[in-house]
């Protein structure tokens, strides 16, 4: 482990003072040399789909999984929407010239070494690979077991590129230890490794920030909700209810509770009920919720379950200081939304609610870096600092402080 990080480490200083139009090349090459793989790729993601399938792996993590030919063509072109973004080193944030005279510059700078730990979805290996790069900064990556074959021929396309271009393989790697001993270790090396990022299960996330000594940014869980104010359109309300739930319901940002107010639960129910029946949406909701139609009863575990499946609990409240109220008791900080055409009531919630992103009259399914304009995002951030939200190449970035003096003493 050792000697691996310290490869990894003697590589900051070659991608940290990249030019950007280098950067760019090679993550075009990289782009296309996925494309030209795709063959190899779908063979070797098929040993995992294999496997998974006999592991009996649920239907949504497969789906996350799978690898075809158009979403490695999709991983290539997230790729080169990543080159074509301004490069984020570099980047002058403020300046001033202070009472001696010396010229004073906060500029943007690559964090070092990234530690990326994530779970099923091989193309993250691309992305992240991607995102580091571009910022940069050296990435060491660790998928998880089920997305094995995958990932590491990704990796290995990606480092024939660097190696074609008389860069260190070592820039992007895979850990070589990716058992939950090799995570303990890496986790603990602030010699080597500048920066931590989680993204998966729970008891993952809580392990690492209990046991790292190195800074984390954590990707939290995703419990997101849609509250449906009083003063809703009907339309908009269940055209994006649906969205939020059924549009993929196995990813963080989907929605997995249902609040709307009382006032309207008897006109907007029985149709809620049928437009989610129809797509195979498993509800429960809370016991107001159950004088309308006829649901599983919603218990607290329920409420604070992020399912990643296409189930839905539903919550009655009297009005959106509940709302509010059920929101910062069972939410995670990660997207949340109200439906209403009052502006008043959209203000209130924007401002109150303490989440990463906030919708008014749209899907939480919106939270995604390759949406907001990032070309791609290392995940989404429920941290406060340093970074919140889709978690893009200028969240990759710390800066310093030059000083320009003409012989000043203190």
Not at 66 to 82: G, H, T, V
Not at 257 to 273: F, N, R, V
Request: proline residues 2%; contains cysteine; aromatic residues 6%.
């Amino acid at each position: 482990m050792k000697t691996f990080l310290q490869k990894a480490k003697a590589c900051r200083q070659t991608i940290a003072t990249m030019d950007g139009k280098t950067k760019n090349s090679i993550l075009n090459e990289m782009a296309d040399a996925l494309v030209a793989n795709s063959k190899l790729i779908v063979t070797e993601n098929q040993k995992d789909m294999d496997a998974g399938k006999k592991l009996k792996l649920d239907t949504a993590l497969l789906d996350r999984l799978l690898l075809d030919d158009k979403r490695i063509l999709a991983m290539a072109n997230s790729l080169r929407e990543i080159a074509v973004l301004k490069d984020p080193v570099g980047r002058v944030l403020d300046g001033w010239v202070n009472d001696d005279n010396l010229r004073i510059e906060k500029v943007s700078v690559p964090i070092g070494v990234v530690g990326v730990i994530y779970e099923s979805r091989p193309n993250v290996t691309s992305d992240v690979a991607a995102l580091c790069f571009k910022s940069g900064n050296v990435a060491i990556l660790k998928g998880g077991k089920e997305a094995e074959h995958s990932n590491q021929v990704i990796a290995k396309v990606l480092q024939e590129v660097l190696l074609k271009n008389d860069l260190p393989k070592e820039i992007i790697s895979l850990l070589p230890d990716a058992s939950r001993e090799g995570v303990a270790k890496l986790i603990k090396e602030d010699a080597y490794v500048d920066l931590i990022v989680p993204r998966g299960g729970e008891a993952l996330i809580k392990f690492i920030s209990k046991n790292s000594s190195v800074p984390v940014v954590k990707h939290d869980k995703g419990l997101c909700h849609t509250y449906i104010h009083r003063d809703a359109s009907q339309a908009k309300a269940i055209s994006i209810a649906l969205n939020a739930k059924c549009q993929r319901p196995g990813v963080c940002n989907a929605m997995e509770t249902l609040i709307l107010d009382e006032s309207i639960a008897k006109i907007l129910l029985p149709g809620l009920y049928k437009s989610f029946v129809d797509r195979g949406t498993k509800l429960k909701g809370c016991a107001k919720t159950r004088e309308y139609i006829f649901v599983d009863l919603a218990s607290n575990e329920d409420f604070n379950t992020e399912y990643l499946a296409n189930e839905l609990n539903i919550k009655i409240v009297s009005g959106i200081e509940e709302a509010m109220a059920h929101i910062t008791k069972y939410g995670s900080g990660h997207s949340e939304a109200i439906i209403t055409e009052n502006y008043g009531a959209a203000e209130k919630f924007m401002n109150a609610i303490d989440a990463a992103c906030v919708y008014v009259n749209a899907s939480t399914r919106f939270t995604d870096g390759g949406v907001f304009g990032f070309g791609a995002e290392v995940g989404i951030s429920t941290n406060k600092l340093h970074a919140r939200g889709p978690m893009g190449v200028n969240e990759l970035t710390t800066y310093k402080f030059k000083i320009y003096g003409n012989g000043q003493i203190r």
